[in-house]
């Protein structure tokens, strides 16, 4: 069984770095193919994509967040890491993390429940 | 970057009604569009891959259809559990803006 759940903290101040991890469990991110993505929803509006983390440790990002944006992995501890630096109030959203699965298809096909990150001093 | 352009953005159907909502890529994807329905407080569920590929356990009312810039998705006959939020995303090679979403329709009753 596939399951995926953000952590981090709910408030975070302007200027602050905020740090997410995605704890996953019924797959390795070792597997050749799968991935990890993060993906950010602001309150009301639409989905929109961050980074994303390959098993062999390739990194990709959001050209708009590229130089405030760090995804990581720790394939012992069955973890992505993100950080995004200087947060802002507009940085207020709830964040996913969702699977890519090993194969030729691109799809986020398990999905974290999401976690809401409030930005406000 | 490639660019999702969803539309319509909105719309408003009753239970029994046929629905389509649109998905045009700035460029040529082959085949590379997911689909995803979304409700008020969860996270995305997927319901097409790869363009017109059934996810698993995924109601048959649901299909997609389309390749390289133009993309649908048709729900034959709406149900009151399909008043939802729907997205596609595409997935592509490129170094930057491996993945984008298109900006969302929000189908609401009538």
């Known amino acids: 069984q596939v399951t995926l759940r953000e952590s981090g903290p709910a408030l975070v101040k302007p200027t602050q770095t905020l740090t997410l991890t995605c704890t996953f469990s019924g797959f390795s991110l070792s597997t050749s193919g799968m991935c990890v993505s993060w993906i950010r929803q602001p309150p009301g509006k639409a989905l929109e994509w961050l980074a994303l983390?390959?098993?062999?440790?390739?990194?990709y990002y959001s050209t708009s967040l590229k130089t405030r944006l760090t995804i990581s992995k720790d394939t012992s501890k069955n973890q992505v890491v993100l950080t995004m630096t200087n947060m802002d109030p507009v940085d207020t959203a709830t964040y996913y993390c969702?699977?890519?699965?090993?194969?030729?298809?691109?799809?986020?096909?398990?999905w974290g429940q999401g976690t809401l990150v409030t930005v406000s001093s | 970057a490639i660019q999702l352009t969803q539309s319509p953005s909105s719309l408003s159907a009753s239970v029994g009604d046929r629905v389509t909502i649109t998905c045009r890529a700035s460029?040529?994807?082959?085949?590379?569009l997911a689909w995803y329905q979304q409700k008020p407080g969860k996270a995305p569920k997927l319901l097409i891959y790869?363009?017109?590929s059934l996810e698993s356990g995924v109601p048959s009312r649901f299909s997609g259809s389309g390749s390289g810039t133009d993309f649908t998705l048709t729900i034959s006959s709406l149900q009151p559990e399909d008043f939802a939020t729907y997205y596609c995303?595409?997935?592509?090679?490129?170094?930057?803006?491996?993945?984008?979403f298109g900006g969302g329709t929000k189908v609401e009753i009538k």
């Open positions: 969702a699977r890519i699965p090993s194969g030729d298809y691109a799809m986020l096909d398990y």
């Open positions: 790869d363009a017109s």
């Open positions: 983390i390959d098993w062999d440790d390739d990194k």
């Open positions: 995303q595409q997935f592509n090679s490129y170094p930057l803006d491996r993945l984008t």
């Open positions: 460029q040529g994807i082959s085949s590379a």
